[in-house]
């Protein structure tokens, strides 16, 4: 059984950073895509940004803000996240799946964490 366990999640001033990290065990994770979206109240689930042995990719919206990145050693994926906004304010998730290929769409991910809250103040 896949297990997604996310943390770093808080309060911040807009402008401020803050990284998330995911750490996954029940799979042989570097054979893994790992995904992180978000999801604020009233509004649909959103990508963020995913990696894979093949490559990354981040959602234009947080592109030259956050970055993703993992640590195969620790079976670990982060999401760094710089000049934070207030609109980034969401319950992020983690998410996992077999292969090689970065999807962007939250159905084709298999696993997911609990989420963590981040919070943007003024």
């Known amino acids: 059984q896949v297990q997604l366990v996310e943390s770093g999640g808080g309060l911040v001033q807009a402008g401020g950073s803050l990284k998330l990290s995911c750490a996954a065990s029940?799979?042989?994770?570097?054979?893994?895509?790992m995904g992180w979206f978000r999801q604020s109240p009233g509004k649909e689930r959103e990508f963020v940004a995913a990696?894979?042995?093949?490559?990354?990719i981040v959602a234009g919206s947080v592109k030259g803000r956050f970055r993703i990145s993992r640590d195969n050693a620790k079976n670990t994926v982060y999401l760094q996240m710089n000049s934070l906004k207030i609109e980034d304010t969401a319950v992020y998730y983690c998410?996992?799946?077999?292969?090689?290929?970065?999807?962007?769409?939250?159905?084709?991910?298999?696993?997911w964490g609990q989420g963590t809250q981040v919070t943007v103040s003024s």
């Open positions: 990696i894979s042995w093949s490559g990354s």
């Open positions: 029940g799979h042989t994770f570097s054979s893994y895509a």
């Open positions: 998410a996992a799946r077999s292969g090689g290929a970065v999807p962007l769409r939250g159905d084709e991910y298999d696993y």
